[in-house]
């Protein structure tokens, strides 16, 4: 479950998109343009821009850098999407900012946080920042920023009636957020066919600067031009691989920008062991069982995670919830396969998927009134998916019972 939002959000329609970045660049502007205050790197994609994001703030942080990192969207409570210096915005903080964006009853939600974590980021004596786009590129209000460095995960099937329902439409809205950049990075789900769709060049590979093999016991081995080092990585999944390059190619860009003086094998090696991104194949104690949660939430995200299962000597029980603009039918015969009983219920949001289709979608699921009985009515082992917030609820409670 999201903990309550502050009112100031709650009046701002979460769902509220607005294809275009006036309003936020005139508000920008009357507040002193905070979003210029430092130097920033943008990651954009569909999949695997968190995950990014998160390795590459404590790659950087490990190099000295006082960082920030604003991501979307939350799981358990709208203060994660602003990290300073590896914590998360106080309450108090971001209450204050929002409360100077209050003579701004025009800007939609996401364009409210996104200005709030610029005005966090500029007072707080930061030497970087790192943003995650939200949705798409071209209209995202990250782009406001103008970050010189800038990364691309990959180009997946979500949001196609917002993006474009041809990949190549897609494609062309994310790499519209990549050309304020000097640096712009390709991760590997990027095709050579979309490179010329996503606008003028030129492209970095982030295989080209950054190479990954498999080392001894289960580790990766890293190397750049002129530095190697193994590595644990950090978060599970062999989809990480793809995120993790992408990362540590940035973090050169940023030693090639001057950021840092060069990359250093012992700070990659330290920041990328410090990585903290919960829901992502992360174990949690809920109701005093372990469970496993994944934030898999599309079609490639339920496609990479059942690779995972696939690959893994254990069966696990799904519990599975999605939103009602998921493929849910794609999605249930990637991930049936590699999973023994399934439970499934529906989510308490305006946007759930209904339980009827879910029942459609695994009709051999057992249907629980909500998530918690749902955990309660599958045996050990338990994985989660097919929503954040299917991941938020599980954290939040897994949170609330490590306190008590």
């Excluded at 509220?16 to 309003?23: A, G, M, Y």
């Excluded at 049936?336 to 946007?351: A, C, K, Q, S, T």
């Excluded at 955990?375 to 306190?403: M, N, T, W, Y």
């Amino acid at each position: 479950m999201h903990r309550l939002l502050p009112l100031s959000l709650q009046r701002r329609q979460p769902a509220r998109i607005r294809p275009r970045l006036d309003s936020i660049r005139e508000v920008l502007g009357d507040l002193g343009d905070p979003q210029l205050a430092l130097p920033s790197i943008l990651v954009v994609g569909t999949n695997g821009k968190g995950s990014t994001a998160a390795m590459l703030e404590s790659v950087l942080a490990a190099h000295g850098l006082k960082v920030g990192l604003y991501t979307s969207p939350h799981l358990v409570r709208v203060e994660e999407r602003i990290r300073i210096d590896g914590s998360p915005i106080s309450a108090a903080d971001l209450a204050a900012h929002l409360a100077t964006l209050e003579r701004y009853p025009d800007l939609t939600f996401f364009e409210t946080l996104t200005a709030a974590a610029f005005l966090a980021f500029s007072g707080a004596g930061l030497d970087a920042a790192v943003l995650e786009a939200g949705m798409g590129g071209r209209w995202d209000a990250t782009r406001v920023a103008g970050s010189p460095i800038a990364g691309l995960t990959n180009v997946g099937s979500d949001h196609a009636g917002w993006l474009g329902e041809l990949v190549e439409e897609r494609a062309a809205d994310k790499g519209a957020a990549l050309m304020a950049a000097r640096w712009r990075v390709l991760g590997d789900g990027v095709p050579p066919e979309l490179v010329p769709h996503l606008g003028a060049g030129p492209f970095l590979p982030a295989a080209g600067l950054v190479g990954l093999e498999p080392g001894p016991r289960g580790r990766l081995r890293l190397a750049w031009d002129d530095g190697s080092v193994e590595v644990a990585a950090p978060f599970a999944g062999a989809h990480q691989s793809a995120n993790l390059r992408l990362a540590v190619a940035l973090a050169r860009c940023a030693a090639d920008a001057g950021w840092i003086d060069r990359l250093r094998p012992d700070a990659v090696r330290d920041g990328l062991a410090r990585a903290d991104w919960p829901g992502r194949l992360s174990l949690h104690r809920v109701l005093g069982r372990w469970v496993l949660v994944d934030c898999a939430h599309n079609l490639e995200g339920a496609g990479a995670l059942a690779s995972h299962l696939a690959e893994g000597p254990i069966l696990y029980h799904l519990l599975f919830s999605c939103l009602d603009d998921k493929p849910v039918e794609a999605m249930a015969r990637a991930l049936r396969p590699h999973v023994g009983n399934v439970v499934v219920f529906e989510l308490e949001d305006e946007r759930a998927m209904p339980l009827e289709r879910l029942r459609a979608a695994f009709p051999e699921a057992e249907v629980a009134p909500s998530v918690m009985a749902a955990l309660e009515r599958l045996p050990d082992p338990v994985i989660a998916a097919g929503s954040l917030r299917v991941a938020g609820e599980l954290l939040a409670r897994a949170e609330e019972e490590a306190a008590a």
